[in-house]
């Protein structure tokens, strides 16, 4: 697997559920009003987990379960929550028929799982989470940032992390 | 004699309902949105809610001329006002607070799990009444979105003895049945295929979480799609979305039957065991169960089995969601004197305590 190098992107290896939630937990601390997550990966790969960490650094205090039936989990945590899941979406999902503009312009964090269903909506600015299954526990993630917005994000999520 | 109008449009069936007393059904009426979800490939909250306006007059009224009931027999009107859609539970609330207002009569808002709590107090008019239900009793709801064992000490007195961590059990039998392309709903589908199959083949994880009674479905789902995925490498599509999955149409070379068996009996195992542990540990008099796969018929026979106490569950068609249960939720209410505000707001994260 080669490495991507592209500038802006974050590419490395979580070896841990518990890793995950706290990686998760960083990026949520750092989330502000109207931002948007697309979690992508297949299933299994840990988009839950991923929402269940972020939750935390939004400091969510309710429990955070998969929204695959309900579509949409709200919670308040710092700022309100929108948790949202297009796994049972089979027709192309277009902004209109979804209501999906309600949550992501309001002044909310709107994280959603299964997001490669939705890139066409997405607003200018919003990061990519991606994740592949590597082994059991272990899994790459790709944090791929739009906007300056979370170009900027990513740069203090790098140096948050990473920075010895 | 109390008539309750019940209405329920917390995702994506209409639904209305006459209860009588809080046990007899007069008529429950479910406008299911499933040939419009076809259509679109899907459940779409704004569609869902457009369609809830569309059908809720008619709904209405089918449910009273099917209760044979006039707008002056009814002595209140109750509605589902969360945990749900925020645009579908919109549609109902505005409703019955326009009918109970315009008719003079109270308003009950009722939290959309307790509705499944009462589901075990219903029966139809043929049915004679059931015994009533002691207290306290244990409640196990599990649906496509809650799995929840809940400590019913009284009418409206509730207690989350546990909960799921990451997946409801009825999201679980779905995936799986994705995995294999069995079709959906996947509850039913995987009953139907693992009557074929040995329950013993795959040795699946139960979450057992300690001594905690929550749940987690998560691993089992991923340890489901290892398995799939052995069997049949030549599909790879089965991973990715179900859109592709479908087109793909792959031909599984994989053991369905042995998969879905071992798989609906490590849920079911999980579920029974906490169960009957939080049965035990706090006494009840009886243990209800409510929701989609409470329709499953091995956990209900397993529950039976080792429950030591009376088990109830409602009738197939009072597991999935309809506003029958609505109205029984809130004839407690009505007794109780417990009636809603003309201010009663939508909480799509209704919590049940």
């Given at each position: 697997m080669s490495p991507i190098l592209e500038p802006n992107t974050l590419d490395f290896i979580s070896h841990s559920e518990l890793q995950t939630h706290r990686l998760g937990a960083r990026l949520g601390s750092l989330l502000e009003p109207s931002d948007v997550i697309a979690l992508v990966g297949?299933?299994?790969?840990g988009k839950t987990r991923w929402v269940q960490g972020i939750c935390q650094g939004l400091t969510v205090t309710d429990r955070v379960i998969?929204?695959?039936?309900?579509l949409v989990n709200e919670y308040d945590g710092r700022l309100p929550v929108y948790h949202i899941d297009l796994?049972?979406?089979?027709?192309a999902v277009d902004g209109m028929s979804f209501g999906l503009e309600d949550y992501m312009y309001d002044s909310g964090v709107t994280l959603i799982e299964w997001a490669d269903r939705a890139m066409d909506v997405l607003p200018d600015a919003y990061m990519v989470v991606e994740l592949y299954h590597l082994s059991e526990t272990r899994r790459r993630v790709v944090l791929r940032p739009y906007g300056s917005r979370f170009v900027n994000l990513l740069k203090v999520f790098k140096k948050r992390t990473f920075a010895r | 004699m109390c008539k309750i109008l019940a209405i329920e449009t917390s995702c994506d069936e209409t639904a209305a309902a006459v209860i009588e007393n809080g046990k007899t059904i007069k008529s429950n009426i479910v406008a299911s949105q499933i040939e419009i979800h076809r259509r679109y490939g899907g459940v779409f909250p704004e569609v869902a809610s457009r369609q809830h306006i569309l059908t809720i007059s008619t709904v209405i009224q089918d449910a009273l001329i099917k209760a044979r009931?006039?707008?002056?027999?009814?002595s209140a009107v109750a509605v589902t006002y969360?945990?749900?859609?925020v645009g579908s539970l919109l549609v109902g609330v505005n409703t019955a607070k326009g009918l109970a207002l315009s008719l003079g009569i109270p308003l009950i808002g009722i939290n959309h799990l307790e509705g499944h709590l009462y589901s075990n107090w219903l029966h139809t008019e043929r049915e004679e009444s059931k015994a009533d239900i002691k207290f306290p009793n244990l409640c196990l709801i599990v649906s496509g979105g809650h799995t929840e064992l809940v400590l019913m000490h009284d009418h409206g007195s509730y207690e989350i003895l546990g909960q799921t961590i990451d997946d409801a059990a009825g999201e679980a039998f779905d995936k799986v049945a994705r995995m294999m392309n069995?079709?959906?709903?996947g509850g039913p589908a995987i009953q139907e295929v693992a009557k074929?199959?040995?329950?013993?083949?795959h040795n699946f994880p139960r979450a057992?979480?300690?001594?905690?009674?929550d749940f987690s479905f998560s691993g089992l789902k991923t340890a489901v799609l290892r398995v799939v995925q052995k069997h049949g490498k030549?599909?790879?599509?089965?991973?990715?979305?179900p859109a592709a999955a479908a087109q793909a149409k792959p031909k599984l070379n994989i053991p369905v039957a042995d998969i879905a068996a071992s798989f609906q009996m490590a849920v079911v195992d999980v579920l029974v065991s906490k169960t009957k542990v939080a049965a035990d540990k706090y006494n009840v008099t009886e243990i209800l169960v409510a929701g989609g796969?409470?329709?499953?018929a091995l956990l209900r026979n397993k529950l039976m089995a080792v429950a030591e106490r009376p088990v109830r569950a409602p009738a197939i068609h009072l597991c999935?969601?309809?506003?029958a249960m609505i109205g029984a939720a809130a004839y407690w209410r009505y007794q109780a004197g417990h009636f809603s505000d003309w201010d009663l707001d939508v909480i799509p994260n209704l919590k049940l305590v």
């Open positions: 297949e299933l299994g790969t998969s929204p695959t039936f309900t796994y049972r979406l089979t027709g | 009931t006039g707008w002056n027999e009814l969360g945990p749900g859609l069995l079709g959906f709903p074929e199959g040995n329950p013993q083949a057992r979480l300690g001594n905690s009674l030549s599909s790879a599509k089965i991973l990715q979305h796969v409470s329709a499953n999935t969601d309809n506003a």
